[in-house]
Each structure stands twice: as C-alpha cells, then as structure tokens.
Nanobody, 123 residues
Framework: QVQLVESGGGLVQAGGSLRLSCAASGRTFSNYAVGWFRQAPGKEREFVAA????????RYADSVKGRFTISRDNAKNTVNLQMNSLKPEDTAVYYC????????????????WGQGTQVTVSS
C-alpha cells in the first residue's frame, strides 16, 4: 500500500521561507505525478503546485507563482516544495498527493494523499 508522508511544516514570519517534502513508501514516483494542495480553516482545499515526475513539467496556482517552486529529487524519491516570500494567507495544512502520469490541478484526480503538515505564517 502506498503511503505519502509530508514533512517540513512549521511556523515562520511573513517574508520567510519553508521547504516541504513529500516521500512515498511502497513504491517510487516513477510514472506518477505529485501535487501539493492546501486547506485553510473554513476554506476548501485548493491546488498549489504539481509536477509530472517523468518529464519534470510543473504547474502552479497563480497565487504562488514566482514564490513557490516544486521539484523532484530522484535519489531520495521525494518531491519538494520550496516556499519563499511567505504571506499570512499561505497559512494552511499542506497535503501532498499522487496520481498516475500527468500533473493535474484537480484534487479528485489524485488517488493517494498524505496526512498533511501545518504551515503557519505570522504577520
């Protein structure tokens, strides 16, 4: 059974940076895409970024373009989300998710989900 585990969340001041990682147990990310989503209290889960593992192609939400970078680490079989210039509105629980083949912005397209990691940005 595939399990995804996120790490790297925490508390940071506005303008600061955090790096989230998503690791898979049970298989590699080959032939899969990995997405990051987030959910703030009282709000729906929203797309943040995604990467197609085989090609490295990426997709970003407009709200994070130029500030967040998603990347893959072949050696560690992890997907990282580098978050710079963080804003209080980035505060949320961040989830990584995985699906076959190509990156998607749609949460229902993903089959496997991690447990989430809290990111809190103070003003």
């Amino acid at each position: 059974q595939v399990q995804l585990v996120e790490s790297g969340g925490g508390l940071v001041q506005a303008g600061g940076s955090l790096r989230l990682s998503c690791a898979a147990s049970g298989r590699t990310f080959s032939n899969y895409a990995v997405g990051w989503f987030r959910q703030a209290p009282g709000k729906e889960r929203e797309f943040v970024a995604a990467i197609t593992w085989s090609s490295g192609s990426t997709r970003y939400a407009d709200s994070v373009k130029g500030r967040f970078t998603i990347s893959r680490d072949n050696a560690k079989n992890t997907v990282n989300l580098q978050m710079n210039s963080l804003k209080p509105e980035d505060t949320a629980v961040y989830y990584c998710a995985s699906k076959l083949y190509y990156a998607s912005v749609n949460a229902p397209a993903y089959n496997y989900w991690g447990q989430g990691t809290q990111v809190t940005v103070s003003s």
